[in-house]
T-cell receptor, first 109, second 113 residues
């Protein structure tokens, strides 16, 4: 069975400081990993996926299969980055997505 | 982009009654939709995978007779909470898949009195 772990419930950083939201996974197959973001009073939306190797809103995430991690990083946090961030893993024939428990990022002005 | 809607956004019902929640993909067809439940300050828990034209696939621990899912068309899936109890109060979110991306609905807040 797959599992996604986000060890931090809350991460507070000052504006301009670097951000790293941790995500570890366990999955026997070849994983497909995502980060989703939920801003206050908005719906969940895809932030980025590992296969795209993209940078969205300054965020990047690298899949490290050796450490089974997919940490989300941004060099300089902005106030508008404050939100809930969920790491997710997609698997199975129906492409079921398993979510981590989420990390609330709070950027202090 | 792809848009998913849910109706109603908020519902309050009495214990013992049934509540139906609709999930629609507005500008695309979705053969597969997913139903999640989100507890306060916790993650989204996948309840079931809804497949157009066939029975839903329920996750372990989710009662299929209590949470009835119907995916009658490529743009509509419904979740019916039967004989609702206060412990069923939660935030229910659906998502629909389009081109290898999941798009989420805004969620439905269910309160059972």
């Amino acid at each position: 069975a797959q599992r996604v772990t986000q060890p931090e419930k809350l991460l507070s950083v000052f504006k301009g400081a670097p951000v790293e939201l941790k995500c570890n996974y366990s999955y026997s197959g070849s994983p497909e990993l995502f980060w989703y973001v939920q801003y206050s009073r908005q719906r969940l939306q895809l932030l980025l996926r590992h296969i795209s190797r993209e940078s969205i809103k300054g965020f990047t995430a690298d899949l490290n299969k050796g450490e089974t991690s997919f940490h989300l990083k941004k060099p300089f946090a902005q106030e508008e980055d404050s939100a809930m961030y969920y790491c997710a893993l997609k698997s199975g024939g129906y492409q079921k997505v398993t979510f981590g428990t989420g990390t609330k990022l709070q950027v202090i002005p | 982009g792809a848009v998913v809607s849910q109706h109603p956004s908020r519902v309050i019902c009495k214990s013992g009654t049934s509540v139906k929640i609709e999930c629609r993909s507005l500008d695309f067809q979705a053969t597969t939709m997913f139903w999640y439940r989100q507890f306060p300050k916790k993650s989204l828990m996948l309840m079931a995978t809804s497949n157009e034209g066939s029975k839903a696939t329920y996750e372990q621990g989710v009662e299929k007779d209590k949470f009835l899912i119907n995916h009658a068309s490529l743009t509509l899936s419904t979740l019916t909470v039967t004989s609702a109890h206060p412990e069923d109060s939660s935030f229910y979110i659906c998502s629909a898949r389009s081109a290898n991306t999941q798009y989420f609905g805004p969620g439905t807040r269910l309160t059972v009195l």
